[in-house]
């Protein structure tokens, strides 16, 4: 069974410095992963996704994410956050074919002027 | 952009009521999924549908819970006999493959009273 471990319920960070939302995995077989971000009452929008190839996946809004196997991470990074960033940020996982994504418990990024 | 909609965007309903949640997904999607996220905690998968039938359920889509797709645009949750527990966000996904991106609606809010 996967599952998706975000260790940092909570980031704050002050506006333009750089942000790393950590994000670890478990599966016994190969995985697609995923960073949805959900902005104060709104739904989970995709933020980028990691399916095969470059490791190093960029996404929308200057949000980058490098996925490291033997780590079995896939850790989110921003070089300079803005406070429109503020929002909770999910981890999830799915299986090539499979039919159920898991999701990290989400990080609460706070952004302050 | 095609988009996943759903409504309503918020229902108040009383212990006991049935609910039913509806949903369009994107128009060339092929599975669709209902996930649920209790306020302030992870965003919990519910069910995943296929070929007009259930392919995957988690442990909290019990007997009060049932899916459908009535036509071929509408897919909906019911709840058969709402208990408080239940008030949450109920977010539809689809996706055009399994495991492959999933895309979610705004959601629909649930209030148990």
């Known amino acids: 069974a996967q599952s998706v471990t975000q260790l940092d319920s909570q980031v704050p960070v002050f506006e333009e410095a750089p942000v790393e939302l950590r994000c670890n995995y478990s599966?016994?077989?190969?995985?697609?992963l995923f960073w949805y971000v959900q902005y104060p009452n709104q739904g989970l929008q995709l933020l980028l996704k990691?399916?095969?190839?470059?490791?190093l996946v960029k996404g929308i809004n200057g949000f980058e994410a490098e996925f490291n196997k033997s780590q079995t991470s896939f850790h989110l990074r921003k070089p300079s956050v803005h406070i429109s960033d503020t929002a909770e940020y999910f981890c999830?996982?799915?299986?090539?074919?499979?039919?159920?994504?898991?999701f990290g418990p989400g990080t609460r990024l706070s952004v302050l002027p | 952009e095609p988009e996943v909609t759903q409504t309503p965007s918020h229902q108040v309903t009383q212990m006991g009521q049935e609910v039913i949640l509806r949903c369009v997904p994107i128009?060339?999607?092929?599975?669709f999924y209902w996930y649920r996220q209790i306020l302030g905690q992870k965003v919990e998968f519910l069910v995943s549908?296929?070929?007009?039938?259930?392919?995957?359920k988690s442990e909290i889509f019990d007997d009060q819970f049932s899916v459908e797709r009535p036509d071929g645009s509408n897919f909906t949750l019911k709840i058969r006999s709402t208990k408080l527990e239940d008030s949450a966000m109920y977010f539809c996904?689809?996706?055009?493959?399994?495991?492959?991106?999933?895309?979610f609606g705004e959601g629909s809010w649930l209030t148990v009273v």
């Open positions: 996904a689809s996706s055009a493959a399994a495991g492959n991106t999933i895309y």
């Open positions: 599966s016994s077989v190969s995985v697609y």
């Open positions: 990691y399916l095969s190839g470059s490791t």
């Open positions: 999830a996982v799915s299986e090539p074919r499979g039919q159920n994504f898991v």
């Open positions: 128009s060339n999607h092929l599975y």
């Open positions: 549908f296929y070929n007009n039938e259930i392919s995957e």
